[in-house]
């Protein structure tokens, strides 16, 4: 007969299940990592609890609910040794009022179902862990090796030359390419070291960089650098290296790839070879020389100094023109080459500057007799006869000589100076050199400056005129003015006449600063005559040989008598001997018409000229103004030379004898203004009396 | 130097992985022998990491919930290690939402095997090998944006990750380039190691501290406010950066283990 156990305190499982669950949760918190809230684990527990105090009251033991119950912990992640220790514990507590052997039977199910589903669960994610392991390894390996084999494809396979070297500089792998370019073999290739590759070109600054890479201070470089090949030839390549660390970061490995780029440094070379010498001579060209130049006046110490000879070819257009330009152009060809061969070497650089100009560069040269030795080479070298095409011609050259200090010039200002002096040399009669003289460039260049800027200067009203009396001789009273004019230049101040009318007669700006002149005197002559009619002064105007020999000379002196209103009898017009005179030897028509409007015509600078009476009486001349060197002998120390003094006074007399008035210029002293008045002299300008003046300063 | 692509990391499992070892820390057993004596070494000397590795990890299904009830249905978890239990996906999977799209993404080629394998057949998630100090890269690789909508609010997790990042590399930086990548709506978790008051550490925990050093992955601890410079712009949600436990805890915190002041936690949000 069945009997019922006795009730126990699990009688009423739901409310001893939580009871029981609530001691568990407490004795096992903590003990392993969860995902469940402390409400989840309390209800998780709960369950498992009702299922062990069914195995409890069960009347015949059954182990598959505690021996789930362990496995569903295990499940849970409750898999730290001290959960289970602690659930032991627990149940021994909470269930210590039931039979001893079913609570240790319930135990050892548990137990055994918590070992086995843990055992399950290691071997599971060790299973997991190591297949992922090994998935991973797999696709590194696979990664690696398809790499590797691009890596090797590339390698093999590339047009580019590649190298591996150590960071110590040992080859370690170089393609086929690469061994191709240099000509040797593989083996051949990995036996150097990366030093034996260094080229005499390569710059200090490629052996920094190339440090700073093996050092892990760089990681690429990139440049053009020569290699020998095998044969002994220069292979010109483009060059990049790169760094290859390892793991930690430290330099392992330098990568070089090199591409041949021999044909295009030579067609470069040949380029620049073509773009900077001369392709008739083969000598350097202009762009070369100028380069030089500009290099040594930049880079040279500042006491260094350097030296220039400008060459020119003599009469070599008539050459080219009488015997044609092939002719010529051989010619040139013969003199280039002798030039290179005697001249040309370390320091001396021939150039060809242009037509039948030639230049040599004497680089840190010593002094000016270094200069010219080396001129008066090239001298005696053009000089020797050339046979050119059957002809045997003598040809000679003159050469500018500039020799100076690096310091304050520049390649233009250089130049000009050796051209300037190249130029004098031409003056002075070719076939020789002429040495840079600072002082005549320098006065040559401000004469020339100068000149230039006159026709502006007139423009802008710089000229202007000032008046010398003349003074009647007998009783000093002032009869008349010369006109003078200056020019007042915003650099060199008041500038005299004998500054620039020299210029002006040159250049043809005489023409209209004379009309100027002329009208500025007519305008103070007319207002004088308005003003002072019983002393209106005389007004004397210089015409230049130029403006005499102008064809409008004569409607010009007529506008402007008519312009001004002056009477025609206050103007006299001064000429010199050789502006009456005309080329043929006669008298100008101009002369006569000019006189027919009206003036008096004086003949300036008598005495220093042709000088002849003969022509004086049959021309419309009313005075001679005799020239200053005569009057300056009457002024000697040991009293006037006695040549001077009867020259003058057989001038005075026979001008009056064509009764022609005499003027004296130059006058300086009260003793020469004796002597005039004592040989019966008119009248006579000068120091003595005035210097000029402006209009508004004189008075009559 | 930048890794060339064609050089893979190497799988040596003769040295730790953090992520094996932090799963040991959770009683699993995806783990090696180096992993498991490393892991030893450290909780001998500290026998308070597996309580504060629990905890960090309890933290984060407290912080997805949390998310998850805000709305936000994509996640980015950088530094996920190997997913032992209680992963975004399965947290997610049991909120009322009931799911949500994760991307895990680590660097350690094992652990990315290994969740690959996991979640073979899980929608809506995928596991990318990457770098997260590499926000940029990170962001660009295409398994994330092929389970990422940027035009919607994201939650980037980075939880016990930072204190991987040395201060030469810029945590600061780093998290607000993902800041930078997502709209505004979206957050950033944070948990941290490192005593959260600051203080000095004892002996035992210098152990600790210097058996990761010498690691290939050494730490870097930081403070409570340390912690919360990293969230720069980001406004930080209430509590604040606090204890992991204290982080809106599920029941009473008054008695809570030293451990737990062992890990700082926090969330920002994008406004």
């Known amino acids: ?700 | 130097m930048e890794r060339p692509s064609w050089a893979p990391e190497d799988v040596d499992l003769d040295r730790p992985s953090i992520a094996r070892v932090y799963d040991y820390y959770l009683g699993g057993t995806h783990n090696f022998a180096a992993d498991r004596a490393f892991a030893e070494a450290v909780l001998t000397a500290t026998p308070e990491v597996r309580t504060a590795a629990i905890g960090n990890r309890a933290f984060l299904s407290r912080a997805v919930r949390y998310l998850s009830e805000r709305g936000i249905r994509q996640f980015i978890d950088l530094g996920s290690g190997i997913p032992t239990a209680g992963n975004v996906h399965e947290v997610l999977r049991e909120t009322s939402a009931g799911g949500g799209k994760v991307v895990y993404v680590d660097l350690d080629p094992v652990a990315v095997a290994h969740s690959r394998a996991i979640l073979d057949g899980v929608p809506d998630a995928a596991v990318v090998a990457g770098d997260l100090r590499k926000p940029a890269e990170v962001l660009a690789n295409p398994a994330l944006r092929g389970v990422v909508d940027f035009r919607e609010p994201v939650a980037i997790m980075l939880l016990a990750v930072l204190h991987f990042v040395t201060p030469e590399e810029h945590p600061e930086d780093i998290v607000a380039g993902y800041a930078a990548a997502s709209v505004p709506g979206s957050y950033l978790v944070i948990s941290h190691a490192g005593p959260v008051t600051g203080r000095a550490l004892t002996d035992d925990e210098k152990k600790s501290y210097e058996a990761y050093r010498n690691s290939p992955t050494p730490v870097t601890l930081r403070s409570a406010s340390e912690v919360e410079a990293l969230f720069g712009d980001l406004t930080i949600i209430e509590p604040g950066v606090v204890p992991a436990a204290r982080w809106r805890p599920d029941g009473p915190t008054d008695r809570l283990p030293e451990a737990s002041m062992l890990v700082s936690a926090g969330i920002g949000r994008k406004d």
């Open chain 1, 1 to 700: 007969m069945r009997t019922m156990p006795p009730p126990t305190r699990w009688d009423q499982p739901p409310r001893a299940a939580e009871r029981v669950a609530r001691a568990w949760a407490l004795s096992i918190a903590g003990t392993s990592y969860v995902s469940m809230g402390g409400r989840e684990v309390q209800d998780f527990l709960t369950s498992l609890a009702t299922r062990l105090i069914r195995a409890l009251t069960a009347e015949k033991f059954e182990p598959s609910d505690a021996y789930e119950v362990g496995g569903t912990l295990v499940a849970a992640h409750f898999t730290q040794p001290e959960t289970l220790e602690h659930t032991i514990a627990v149940l021994a507590e909470q269930f210590a009022g039931a039979p001893p052997k079913r609570v240790a039977e319930i135990q050892g199910a548990l137990a055994a179902g918590y070992a086995q589903a843990l055992r399950d669960r290691v071997l599971d994610e060790q299973e997991e862990i190591r297949t992922a392991a090994l998935w991973a390894r797999a696709r590194a390996e696979e990664a690696r090796w398809s790499s590797e084999a691009r890596f090797r494809a590339v390698f093999v396979g590339t047009a580019l030359g590649m190298a591996i070297s150590t960071v110590d500089g040992n080859l370690i792998e170089v393609n086929q390419a690469m061994c191709d370019m240099l000509g040797y073999t593989e083996e051949e290739l990995l036996s150097r070291h990366a030093d034996d590759f260094i080229h005499p070109e390569d710059s200090p600054e490629l052996r920094e960089q190339y440090a700073a890479i093996t050092a892990g201070r760089r990681e690429h470089l990139r440049m053009e650098k020569p290699y020998f090949h095998k044969d002994g030839h220069a292979v010109w390549t483009d060059i990049t290296i790169s760094l290859i660390r390892d793991q930690a970061d430290r330099p392992r490995f330098v990568v070089g790839m090199v591409e041949d780029i021999t044909d295009r440094y030579l067609l470069q070379t040949r380029l620049r070879h073509q773009a900077l010498h001369d392709p008739l001579t083969e000598l350097p060209n202009r762009t070369l020389f100028f380069e030089r130049l500009g290099d040594l006046l930049q880079t040279d110490a500042p006491d260094s100094r350097i030296g220039v000879c400008y060459l020119d070819v003599d009469g070599f257009k008539v050459i080219n023109d009488t015997l044609g330009h092939d002719i010529g152009d051989q010619l040139l060809q013969t003199v280039a080459r002798r030039l290179d061969r005697s001249i040309s070497g370390p320091g001396q650089l021939v150039a060809r500057m242009g037509g039948d100009e030639f230049v040599v560069l004497i680089e840190h040269s010593t002094g000016t007799d270094d200069v010219v030795q080396v001129a008066e080479k090239a001298l005696d070298t053009v000089r020797a006869p050339v046979h050119v095409a059957g002809h045997e011609i003598s040809i000679s050259a003159s050469i500018g000589v500039v020799e100076q200090s690096v310091h304050g010039t520049t390649p233009a200002e250089l130049m000009k100076a050796a051209d300037t002096t190249l130029y004098w040399a031409k003056a002075d009669g070719r076939n020789r050199l002429a040495l840079f003289d600072a002082a005549r460039h320098a006065l040559e260049v401000t004469k020339y400056e100068l000149s230039a800027s006159m026709p502006a200067a007139l423009e802008r009203g710089e000229f202007f005129v000032e008046y010398q009396p003349l003074v009647r001789l007998s009783d000093g009273v002032t009869i008349g003015v010369e006109a003078l004019v200056r020019w007042r230049h915003p650099r060199f101040g008041v500038l005299g006449p004998d500054n620039f009318i020299g210029m002006a007669e040159e250049t043809g700006l005489i023409v209209p600063l004379g009309r100027f002149v002329l009208r500025e005197a007519c305008k103070q002559a007319a207002e004088w005559q308005r003003t002072i009619p019983d002393r209106a002064p005389l007004m004397s105007v210089n015409l230049a040989v130029r403006q005499v020999r102008d064809r409008s000379v004569v409607a010009d002196v007529a506008a402007i008598l008519t312009e001004t209103g002056l009477n025609p009898a206050g103007l006299q017009l001064e000429l010199t001997e050789s502006a009456v005179m005309g080329n043929a030897g006669r008298p100008l028509e101009a002369l006569t018409e000019l006189s027919a409007l009206g003036p008096r015509i004086a003949i300036d600078d008598f005495g220093t000229g042709y000088s002849n009476f003969t022509y004086l009486r049959d021309l419309p001349v009313s005075g001679l103004k005799l020239a200053g060197s005569f009057i300056a002998g009457l002024r000697s120390p040991d009293g006037p030379d006695p040549v001077d003094e009867q020259i003058v006074a057989a001038v005075i007399g026979l001008a009056h004898a064509l009764k022609l008035s005499v003027t004296a210029e130059g006058v300086e002293t009260a003793e020469q203004a004796s002597r005039l008045r004592t040989l019966g002299c008119d009248t006579a300008q000068g120091w003595y009396y005035a210097s000029s003046l402006s209009a508004d300063q004189l008075t009559f």
